[in-house]
């Protein structure tokens, strides 16, 4: 008898937390790199990097170019664009996703990289990082329709 209720006892522990904790969705306040967010289109992009070119034949204008905001599975994501000298010199976060803690994990993590390999290429032809599949695309998207008004 006791072992039925010590088994009892520990499904309706394990039932708890998983309806109590595990399922709320936890707002975490906004990180600080989106302190100044500037405004967003909120239209998602509906070009893809098919207009890119290669590293070195085209040239962009200079200035900072704010893509649209693309509409992921946890948030938008939204980048800029820094163009001196013809070239891609930065990339900005505007926004992405930050209301689940492991979205902002994840994001941490990838957001460097992607900007890194847009440097590099030039363009937003960027590998997709796994684990990042959603903000990766966004990001490419987003950066797209950046470029396309350099």
Request: a positive charge; aromatic letters at 8%.
């Amino acid at each position: 008898m006791k072992k039925v209720v010590i088994g009892l006892g520990v499904v309706g522990v394990f039932a708890v937390y998983s309806l109590g904790i595990r399922h709320q969705n936890p707002v975490i306040s906004k990180p600080s790199s989106l302190a100044s967010s500037s405004s967003s289109s909120g239209t998602k992009s509906a070009s893809s990097s098919a207009g890119s070119s290669p590293s070195g034949s085209k040239k962009y204008k200079d200035g900072t170019y704010t893509g649209s905001a693309v509409n992921v599975y946890y948030g938008n994501v939204q980048v800029s664009a820094t163009v001196s000298n013809g070239k891609i010199t930065d990339v900005k976060f505007l926004q992405y996703p930050y209301t689940h803690a492991t979205s902002v994990y994840i994001n941490k993590q990838v957001m460097p990289y992607l900007k890194q390999e847009a440097i590099k290429a030039q363009n937003a032809n960027v590998q997709i990082i796994s684990g990042a599949t959603y903000t990766s695309e966004g990001f490419r998207q987003s950066l797209q329709s950046a470029l396309a008004k350099a």
